[in-house]
């Protein structure tokens, strides 16, 4: 049974209701889930407010990095323990979690641990007057987190939140809440004074407007889908809350027909299907220059069909279930409109034949999509699953207007040996990041989040801690 966590220890729900965590790999009920509401909300609010103003209000910055490598630590003495725990809640492949999900997390607490030792404020002396920069902590923060990269995450919010000195209430996806309950436990066993660290689990409408309406939590981090961001935004804008949002993407792959041939082939076919789909950076848009369009849809197709779909406790898996049934139902659901809208599968989009218990999981092959108007629902609606829609354009500009064209504007990825060209396109995307002749290469000093529909807000480095943080000026008269 995963109970909340609230003031430094387990809590059941004040309404002694429980939901189902369900193996979306087996269909099987692996654990009970503390259904939280607004009365543990606010238990865990009260918590958090009373340890803002305790001992944790005197830690140092040092004595706060070292809490964070105490706590990175404390991830990797589990690494495999939190890699099942993950597998088993998200359906990815266990080798997956092993080798990007867990190692991300730790690193996320080493990274703002140095981050904050290296820190240094602005002072701006002149003539009699000194002007110098001091932060002090945002207060008590509600971070709401999603189901695709659960710890990886949370983890990336929590760790410059404590940097800050916050406290915390974390709202993680009521489908994969095992690793933030592990997470608890480290961050208490590593030194975490009561109450710093709170987890409510539960639904969104119960648990998460709960966090949002708090009137002590001053703050929100919100990662997820585009509807409930806005849902957030208009209930937290006029109570004047601190705001972040990470939401939705419908990312384009662009390839040159000077780009290396066989990495853009890798790079477009990993973009799109790593962890399902399910990450909101995935390429699911490839837009390829004519001239190689036709050898390049052949050699990518082959390469999906190679995908190994099954067992996400298998090391030779490429991609395990989806998060859940009714989701798989909802891609299903996009392929079928592709057909209608004039697309063929050129391969996948079929439930694979597996052995119990995996024949009741929620698996699907990764689907490729040609033919497909480029501003039709399928290429432009975010899917979030093992679909890749496939489109020829003959200009660079054209491949900017096509890139630019859906209300997202997360990420793209360039694929080009042309130098300038690189540069050149790169400005002119829509877009809050952009890779050439990569993706998914993270350098956590830098910005990251969207335009457009895709967001508010930026997180990493310097921009997490302004985030967590009041900046306030100090003005001497010397």
Known sequence: MLSHFIDGEAQAPASGRWLDDVNPATGEVHALIARGDAEDVDRAAAAAKAALHGPWSQWTAERRAELLEQIAAGIEARIDEFAEAESQDQGKPVSLAR????????????????????????????????????????GVVGLITPWNLPLYLLTWKTAPALAMGNTLVAKPSELTPWTASLLAEVIQAAGAPRGVFNLVHGLGAEVGQALVEH???????????????????????????KLSLELGGKNATLVFADADFDQAVEGACRAAFLNQGEIC???SRILVERPIYDRFVAALTEKVK???????????????????????????????????????????GERPALPAPHDAGAFLTPALVSGLAPSCRTATEEIFGPVATIHPFDTEDEAIQLNNLTRYGLSASIWTEGLRRAHRVAEALDVGLVWVNTWMLRDLRVPFGGVKDSGVGREGGAHSFEFFSEAKNICVKL
């Open 306 to 348: 190679a995908l190994r779909v099954g067992d996400p406790a298998d090391p030779t898996t490429d991609l395990g279930a989806l998060i859940s049934l009714e989701h798989r139902a909802k891609v299903e659901g996009y392929l079928r409109l592709a057909v209608e809208e004039g697309g063929t599968i050129l391969c996948g």
């Open 215 to 241: 009137p002590d939590i001053v703050g929100l981090s919100f990662t997820g889908g585009t509807v409930t961001g806005r849902r957030l935004a208009a209930t937290a804008a006029p109570m004047l809350k």
């Open 99 to 138: 080798r990007m999900d867990i190692p991300r997390a730790i690193q996320n607490f080493r990274f703002f641990a140095s981050a904050l030792r290296a820190e240094s404020l602005g002072a701006h002396p002149t003539l009699g007057v000194l002007n110098y920069t001091a932060r002090r902590p945002l």
């Open 281 to 283: 950076l995935c390429g």
